[in-house]
């Protein structure tokens, strides 16, 4: 059965989702410094 229908059958509704809280990037430059985050080998 559709998750969506089944929902609504039952009068509920999902939140929306929320934005991410951070920045994800791996490498920040600020002027002339450089933050690394830490990455791990995949």
């Known amino acids: 059965m559709n998750i969506t229908k089944q929902l609504n059958e039952l009068n509920l509704s999902l939140p929306k989702?929320?934005?991410?809280?951070?920045?994800?990037k791996s490498v920040?430059?600020?002027?002339?410094?450089?933050?690394?985050?830490?990455?791990?080998?995949i």
Do not use: L, T
């Not at 989702?17 to 994800?24: L, R, V």
């Open 17 to 24: 989702a929320s934005a991410p809280g951070g920045s994800y």
């Open 28 to 41: 920040n430059i600020r002027g002339k410094v450089a933050y690394i985050a830490i990455q791990f080998p």
